[in-house]
């Protein structure tokens, strides 16, 4: 999957083969691909995921309102059983889509303790549209479960803010230019 670094001059190519490389997920921290749509967020996490399963590390992938209905799901179960779920246990876990309606507070609370039980434990890699000052209205407007949520997505996190054009885009942008 070959990213185009030219047409997104904010995504520094050396900083994307630093994290290729993966030692971030050894190292169990967080990274966070924030940008408005269509800008490769989606296609870098997908590419950095398939990097580090080429390393040896299991990777699992879901976008937010799967992860929110998987958690929800899962709610009542033993805490012996609820350990053994890949989004729990592996060592880097996707998240894509961190940007749609504002969660119930019953969503952030699983969210807040997913994030919790893997800090420190394992990799989490979010792509969002917002920015972190939209993060508490995302939480179900709970300013501290927001807070506690960003203190720990934060604490040893790499952060790739993508300030650009939408790729999907680009055709119809060539399209238009060319009828002017
Ligand atoms: N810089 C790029 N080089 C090549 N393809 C890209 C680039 N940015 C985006 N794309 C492609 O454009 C489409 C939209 O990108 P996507 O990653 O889904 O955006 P986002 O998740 O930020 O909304 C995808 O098909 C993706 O592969
Ligand atoms: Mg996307």
């Excluded at 966070?32 to 580090?52: D, E, F, N, Y």
């Excluded at 899962?74 to 890949?86: G, M, N, S, T």
């Excluded at 939209?134 to 803010?161: F, K, M, Q």
């Amino acid at each position: 999957m070959s990213f185009d670094f030219a047409f997104q001059p904010s995504v520094e190519r050396s900083r994307v083969e630093t994290l290729a490389t993966c030692a971030w997920v050894r190292a169990k921290e967080t990274l966070l691909i924030q940008g408005p749509p269509g800008v490769g967020k989606t296609h870098l996490s997908v590419a950095l995921g398939v990097k580090a399963i080429e390393n040896g590390f299991s990777v699992t992938f879901y976008r937010l309102e799967e992860l929110l209905a998987a958690l929800r799901a899962d709610a009542e179960l033993p805490p012996a059983r609820l350990r053994r779920r890949k989004y729990l246990n592996v060592a880097l876990l996707v998240i894509d889509e961190m940007d749609f309606e504002p969660m119930t507070r019953t969503k952030a609370s699983l969210f807040f303790r997913l994030v919790s039980y893997r800090y420190g434990r394992g990799s989490v890699l979010i792509t969002t549209n917002k920015g972190i000052k939209d993060w508490p209205e995302l939480l179900a407007g709970h300013a501290v479960l927001a807070t506690a949520i960003l203190d720990r997505c934060l604490h040893h996190s790499h952060v790739l803010n993508i300030k650009g054009r939408s790729y999907r885009l680009r055709d119809l942008e060539q399209a238009i230019s060319l009828r002017q």
